[in-house]
């Protein structure tokens, strides 16, 4: 049976992890590489990286980090943070990553969505979305530069519009929830879900293993969360364990280390 | 040492950085004259389309290297669209030509949720003993991406199921073996199993 698949996201800056404290048996906190290889082993089916450094080097770290996590995690891992052309996809890509996700440069120019699923094939695009709830127009609105810049899209005609330009994945994080760890807000994931046929990966709120049950409950494929497990309030392989327990096709995996391996 | 043919059909960097983490030796070959003497087993890896990638191992002459070299029972391991290419023939995009090492046609995968069938998925184990992942379980985790995939058959030795549609995970033969899934994307077992597959070709 198909899993729904746990995902810590973690943020990158300067080829550095924002949030990287709390972590036992890590050789080196801040290496996004290193941190991926922590949660692989703790049992994560996908990793999300989002790069939210701006500078010129960006690409010169970049190609560092990517291939250095590259070369240690083996499980599927997205790229994602200020992708703003179809060669900068490309190059992530080439660097190892299995996706890449787009998200203020697609509101500007949706055709991206297009060239990158023509080139890189639909299950490598993801359309990353960050929507809040307007109250006076009751309705989910799209925001971008990180959440801070409100556009007056409709969220869930974005996300329409974006499958049929072509991503192969939605990864839809509710502002309002954000840091809060109150909850996904599981209307927003009901709505995305019954929108369209690719999968949906929740964002934004986990604060209790119950939560992620909800949010897969509520249509979520995916889940993703970055503080509750950077500060190990959640393990990967309890969540899992509970989420087995309650009848979530899950990924339970017994073995962690490649017997013998080398490098 | 494992020869992996490069025929413009997908990135093979993830393929490589697995073989050399479980201690492979891996040449890319672009074309069959750069095919090393010491080669043991070819690599037939792919992402994307069936009918364009066959034509271009027809044009590069992997095609019909591919099928002497197995015709003399030289090893062959294909992975998620190499292994389709090693079956007979696919409907994707109409009807076009595959290697034919394995009988069957590829089709598109009807029944199921959603398209593409993306994620992780459990493969059962019904080929013999021992399980090749090494665990007490029939059944393993493997990271699948795909619409199309072959039926159950005579030389399926793992199965996985989507939807209310069952088809091959795995199928092998003496000489060749195919995983529809991507096992260098598939964490420790994965690693695991294409170590499997390599020794058991190589035997």
Redesign the interface.
Request: hydrophobic fraction near 30%.
């Given at each position: 049976?198909?899993?729904k698949?746990i995902i810590p996201c973690l943020d990158v800056k300067n080829g550095r992890t924002v949030k990287g404290i709390n972590f036992k048996e890590l050789k080196d906190a801040g290496d996004p590489a290193e941190m991926a290889l922590a949660y692989?082993n703790e049992g994560a089916?996908e990793i999300v990286f989002l790069d939210i450094s701006a500078s010129n080097e960006r690409r010169k770290t970049m190609s560092q980090w990517v291939e250095r996590a590259?070369?240690r995690i083996?499980?599927?891992f997205t790229v994602g943070g200020g992708i703003s052309s179809v060669e900068e996809a490309k190059f992530i890509?080439?660097?190892?990553a299995?996706k890449i996700s787009l998200n203020t440069s697609a509101v500007k120019d949706p055709n991206l969505i297009k060239e990158c699923s023509d080139l890189l094939?639909?299950?490598a695009v993801v359309l990353a979305v960050d929507a809040a709830f307007n109250q006076e127009k009751k309705r989910y609105e799209v925001f971008v530069q990180g959440g801070t810049t409100p556009t007056d899209l409709d969220a869930i005609n974005w996300i329409k519009k974006g499958v049929s330009m072509g991503c192969?994945?939605i990864l839809l994080t509710s502002i309002d929830r954000d840091g809060t760890q109150q909850g996904y807000d599981l209307r927003l994931i009901n709505e995305a879900a019954n929108a369209v046929?690719?999968?949906i990966i929740a964002s934004g709120g986990a604060g209790s293993k119950e939560d992620f049950l909800y949010a897969i409950q509520a249509g979520a494929?995916?889940v993703l969360a970055a503080s509750v497990f950077h500060y190990g309030q959640i393990n990967i392989k309890e969540l899992k364990k509970y989420l087995k327990s309650k009848g979530i096709p899950i990924?339970e995996?017994?073995?962690?280390?490649?017997?013998?391996?080398?490098? | 040492m494992i020869t992996i043919i490069d025929y413009g059909a997908g990135n093979i960097g993830n393929l490589i950085r697995a073989l050399e983490a479980i201690g492979k030796n891996t040449f890319v070959a672009q074309k069959p004259s750069d095919l090393p003497d010491k080669t043991k087993v070819l690599l037939l890896p792919g992402v994307g389309a069936f009918g364009p990638a066959s034509e271009m191992l027809q044009k590069s002459g992997w095609f019909d290297f591919i099928k002497n070299w197995e015709e003399q029972k030289k090893p062959v391991l294909g992975i998620c669209l190499g292994m389709q290419l090693l079956c007979k023939n696919s409907l994707e995009g109409g009807y076009s030509q595959g290697l034919g090492l394995f009988e069957g046609t590829i089709k598109k995968l009807t029944d199921v949720p959603k398209l593409p069938h993306i994620g992780w998925n459990s493969v059962k184990w019904i080929g013999p003993s021992p399980i090749p992942w090494g665990g007490k379980y029939e059944e393993a985790y493997f990271y699948f991406v795909h619409s199309y995939a072959l039926e159950v058959s005579r030389y399926t030795t793992g199965v996985t199921s989507y939807g209310r549609t069952s088809f091959s995970a795995i199928v092998q033969k003496k000489n060749a073996i195919g995983f529809q899934f991507h096992p260098e994307r598939s964490g420790i077992r994965g690693l695991m199993l294409l170590d499997w597959a390599i020794q058991k070709l190589e035997e």
């Open positions: 049976m198909l899993t698949r692989m089916d590259a070369e083996f499980i599927p890509i080439s660097l190892g299995d094939g639909s299950q192969g994945e046929q690719v999968p494929d995916g990924r995996e017994d073995l962690y280390e490649f017997p013998n391996r080398k490098g | -």
